[in-house]
């Protein structure tokens, strides 16, 4: 049974994480472990002799054994809304006490709505996982065909049990109208619709990392790549939430001391609708936005005198030279909505 992290699905964002914003407002039961572990980093973890007052410590959440008619819930405010293209519903260590069943209905509402709101008949909600069998101790994977932008979701067990982490894989649909067109807006946030499509490695840190919002929590959160022993230098390429014309940069090594980048470059082009092999190919028409840069140990580096006007952009490319970690990407330019 393993307990890393799955790859997120290229292209998607798990738009329920903690991390993003991500809450489990409301369950119908939380008797063994509470509800807010659903949401949290990791597949969980289990320590054979810890105990609480109500029974055995889970990773995970986890309703009592029911012994009359019905079934468990717990409603998920997304983080980031969007489109749900892939769920995993975890029920890592969860063995004799896993639910053999779960299913999955979505709904729109307020940023502010209350879980008892949302738990009442007045809330319209649509199913998208119709009833499905689950499997202990497993990643329990599932396409979703539906393609309707979504804020929050209710995860069904049936009738009961325990579920370790539960991922909702998708595209995040911001809602540009809180941004006037005239505002600079960092556009490879992943709150705007950004998205890490490739990189040339990320063996101590994932690319996804470099779009995440606030600064890193520690090295693990940035995006990190092997030691190169040989010719060559690492890249990432992140495809914006909207082309834009930029305008600023910030490079952020915080937390990255001796493994730093030694130097930078950018890359922008406007090639909205490239595969992500074509992205990779040296025919694409990448230009120079900012020429390679010294950079330096836990720092953050703003760029905008230094930056070419190179027009519209749907991605950008970032090299590092040779090799090392960065935190934190953020480009602000100002939005193209044709």
Avoid at 83 to 95: A, E, M, Q, R
Avoid at 203 to 208: C, D, E, M, N
Avoid at 260 to 281: M, R, V
């Amino acid at each position: 049974m393993q307990t890393t992290d799955v790859i997120i699905p290229a292209g998607l964002v798990d738009l329920a994480s903690e991390r993003v914003g991500g809450q489990a407002l409301l369950a119908s039961d939380e008797f063994f472990a509470e509800k807010e572990n659903l949401l949290k980093p990791g597949r969980g973890i289990f320590i054979p002799d810890k105990y609480t007052d109500r029974g055995k410590w889970m990773d995970g959440w986890e309703s009592r054994r029911k012994r009359a008619p019905g079934h468990d819930w717990c409603i998920i405010k997304l983080g980031l809304p969007g489109i749900v293209k892939t769920v995993d519903i975890d029920t890592n260590y969860f063995l004799g006490n896993h639910p053999p069943f779960a299913s999955i209905e979505a709904c729109v509402a307020d940023d502010s709505t209350s879980g008892n709101v949302l738990a009442s008949d007045d809330t319209r909600w649509m199913e998208i996982l119709p009833k499905s069998p689950l499997k202990p101790g497993s990643q329990n994977i599932f396409q979703i065909i539906n393609t309707q932008r979504w804020t929050h979701l209710r995860l069904h067990i049936y009738p009961d049990g325990g579920v370790a982490r539960f991922r909702v894989y998708g595209e995040v649909v911001p809602d540009w109208s809180k941004h006037a067109q005239n505002d600079p807006v960092d556009l490879a946030a992943v709150e705007n619709g950004s998205v890490v499509v490739a990189t040339s490695d990320m063996f101590f840190g994932v690319g996804q990392n470099l779009t995440m919002p606030g600064r890193a929590a520690n090295m693990g959160d940035g995006w990190e790549t092997k030691r190169r022993r040989g010719p060559g230098y690492d890249w990432a390429i992140i495809r914006l939430g909207k082309s834009g014309v930029i305008q600023k940069i910030e490079v952020d090594t915080n937390h990255f001391k001796g493994n730093y980048p030694d130097q930078c470059s950018l890359e922008g082009c406007h090639a909205p609708d490239a595969t992500i092999e074509a992205l990779k190919s040296p025919s694409t028409q990448w230009k120079e936005l900012l020429p390679k840069t010294k950079l330096h140990a836990d720092t953050r580096h703003f760029f905008e005198k230094e930056l070419s006007e190179i027009g519209l952009c749907s991605h950008v490319r970032i090299n590092i030279y040779p090799d090392g970690g960065v935190s934190r990407l953020r480009v602000w330019g100002l939005r193209n909505d044709g």
